[in-house]
């Protein structure tokens, strides 16, 4: 029976996004001459998967983000109890680099690695190839006996073209391919991309800085371009989602790039959609995006309270230029997706107002208001456990932004307001506000003071989740069963069952 060196194994989760961190690590280790292979909860039962494998397993890699985590669990105990003891099961991702030895203490994973997997991957790998065990790699702390070993952290990747493309041949890409949103993108075969790694700032909601110590690195241009033209090529994509936490840090990178995709004709191939900062963005750099083919920026705005934006940011932007950011891309005909966070620890009913009213005033085509979620790794978190602001009885799969959060209870309450306040009062936004917003559509006049003050006496009627704002967002999903029959039926599995069952 032939050996697979390394199994990489990537949980169901609410959300799909395409792992760039497990198709990293695969192509860097069959790079250096190691098998491996991936099962995707995405779009495989992995216990069915697991069973059906003839192969001997060394080493078993699972990522997990914290609303995942739980399933990392499940598939470990499910591969130690039903397939071999002996595997090596190692866990990644950004909770196990922010709780190593929690991970390790409540699950039955041998290893965690700590940031960047590539080059502490291989040398898990090597260590298992001379039949020793990985007991003292940089970057892992390690489960050996009773006790944990935390070894020295290890250095970041200093030239991240060593990389080779992901490995995207060892999934099923057509899964991941989404739109654009936003007036002005039209395109089906949209996949996810990062170009950079890390983000200089210290936000107080950001993991980022866990896994990626505030620095900033870039792939090379030509790295860059080579890679789209790969997946042109080779996937007929029509479209990029950059999802670097910050893609104009540097302007003379994010010029050379715009620069490149239109001399090599690439702008004329696809469009794309990034994130930025509202302080980093100017008239001119709008327009060579837009001439460079990208046709929406996302901006993490986050409040249109000056005090509640100073917490979350760190007093590194201001609501002002906030409002100039939104105003240059509707001069600009610029598609602006702007985020908005309430539940700050100690915000006040009239920091929301002015959120509100800041949205209804300069926000014109996508936007979205969440519910804090202070994921393990961030100062949030920090400052939610020791002014024990968490929910009680909630679990990881809890954390998380998007999915089914998005109908029930926050995991956090503040000083102000309870965890179905804010639940209640995200809805009514979303429902009265972000919701028209997004659909075009005019938006009612409500005093908003007044009606959040009514759903702070339990007076909730604008705030129930109806059944025609369901069957909106039932609706919005049409787009996708007729471009990808397949990503529909996987989408509606993921709505209407616990993920956590594809494991029992």
């Known amino acids: 029976m032939s050996k697979i060196d390394l199994l990489l194994i990537n949980p169901p989760g609410e959300v799909s996004k395409l792992p760039m961190g497990l198709l990293w690590i695969a192509s860097y280790v069959r790079e250096h001459g190691f098998s491996v292979k991936i099962i995707d909860g995405v ?45 090596i099961c190692v866990i990644g991702g950004f909770h196990a680099t ?107 909601f950001c993991a980022s800085k866990t896994m990626w110590k505030r620095r900033v690195r870039f792939f090379s241009v030509d790295y860059i371009i080579k890679e789209l033209q790969f997946l042109i090529q080779k996937y007929k994509i029509d479209g990029i989602s950059f999802f670097d936490d910050e893609l104009f840090i540097n302007k003379k990178f994010i010029h050379e790039l715009c620069d490149s995709l239109i001399s090599t004709g690439i702008s004329k191939k696809i469009i794309w959609s990034c994130q930025g900062r509202v302080d980093t963005i100017d008239r001119e750099l ?45 001069e600009e005909n610029m598609s602006c997706f702007g985020s908005f966070i309430i539940g700050s620890p100690f915000e006040k009913l009239n920091d929301i107002v002015k959120t509100i009213n800041f949205i209804e005033t300069y926000i014109h085509d996508n936007v979205d208001v969440f519910v ?37 209870l926050p995991v956090i309450r503040t000083k102000n307001f309870t965890s179905e306040q804010l639940m209640n009062i995200k809805n009514y936004i979303r429902m009265n506000v972000t919701q028209p917003i997004n659909s075009g559509k005019k938006i009612k006049k409500h005093n908003h003071r007044r009606e959040i003050e009514k759903i702070l006496f339990g007076d909730t009627r604008l705030a129930k989740v109806t059944f025609n704002y369901r069957l909106r967002n039932i609706f919005s999903i049409i787009p996708i069963a007729i471009s990808n029959p397949k990503k529909l039926i996987n989408y509606l599995s993921a709505k209407f069952k616990r993920f956590q069952k594809r494991f029992y």
């Open 372 to 408: 804090m979620v202070p994921y393990p790794g961030t100062d949030s978190w920090d400052i939610y456990t020791k002014n024990n602001f968490l929910r009680k009885s909630i679990n990881w799969s809890d954390f998380i932004v998007e999915g089914k959060n998005e109908y029930s």
């Open 43 to 87: 779009t495989q039962n992995i216990k069915k998967t697991l069973l059906k494998i003839d192969h001997d397993i060394n080493i078993v890699g699972v990522t997990a983000t914290t609303d995942t985590i739980l399933s990392a669990y499940y598939i470990c105990r499910f591969i130690k109890k039903n397939i071999s003891e002996k595997i």
């Open 98 to 204: 922010a709780l190593p030895k929690r991970t390790l203490k409540e699950s039955m994973f041998d290893i965690a690695i700590v940031g960047e997997g590539e080059l502490t991957m291989l040398d898990v790998l090597e260590k298992i190839k001379n039949k020793k065990f990985p007991d003292s790699v940089p970057g892992t702390v390690v489960k050996f006996g009773n006790k944990i070993i935390v070894n020295k952290p290890r250095e970041l990747i200093k030239n991240l073209n060593i990389l080779p493309f992901p490995a995207y041949d060892l999934i099923d890409i057509e899964m991941y391919f989404h739109g654009i949103r936003g007036r002005y993108g039209n395109s089906k075969r949209t996949v996810m991309l990062t170009v950079t790694r890390g983000c200089p700032y210290n936000c107080v």
């Open 286 to 330: 709008i327009r060579k995006l837009k001439k460079a083919g990208c046709v929406l920026i996302r901006f993490g705005m986050e409040s249109g309270s000056e005090d509640t934006l100073k917490f979350l940011k760190r007093n590194t932007t201001t609501v002002e230029q906030n409002k100039n950011a939104a105003v240059l891309c509707k």
